[in-house]
């Protein structure tokens, strides 16, 4: 396992980057975890599999790049957006990226233009660098207008097959719609922009991470397999 600091962000703080694998492996994988700030379980639940995987083999044949906290600023001022007040999780350059928030509501600030943010830039350009094909982002259920039960949500038909083998893995129901506006989304930029396997995990926001992770951990190995 190798540490790498990725970038910054706007606060400054380091952006981490776990490395596991062979970087020419064909099957390559990033984890993203801790998008919204106020959902700090999201990045203990991949600092647990990194505890857990840095002593142990890594499957042959397979990459892993994991960000267990993509937005330090969120996570420590335990803010959904980075310290612009933007979301991170509407400010992907996809299509459907708008320059105003859905519902006029400040909590889904886009930002100043799409990728205008470090953090987001941090995804896109490891993405191209290292051509990675398969994207799992962690989130819970943490809500400000739009409640959503735990799931597993997949970004287009080429995503599916995989959602369905990590809802098998982890107890987690797959749904290929989240069942609300997010444009801008980092998974809907990854799965129907550049037609990526794109997996957005929804666990439940109302369980410490040491539970979540009893729980659902499995869906780590089928995700770096899969
Ligand atoms: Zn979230």
New binding site residues.
Partial sequence: MKEIILGKSVNNLEIKGYFFGEENAFNKTLIVGG??GV?PQSKEFCDLYVEEMKNLPFPDDAFLCIIPGINPDGLAAFTRGNANGVDL?RNFPSSTWKSTPVSGNNAYHPGSAPASEPETKIIVDLLKKYNIKKIIAI?TN?YIQFPNPPMINYDGEQSRELAEQMSVASHLPAHGDIGYPTPGSMGGYLGFDLKKISITIELDDSKKSPELYKKHSRLFEVAVLG
Avoid: K, T
Wanted: proline content about 0%.
């Fill in positions: 998008i919204h959902e999780n989130h943490h």
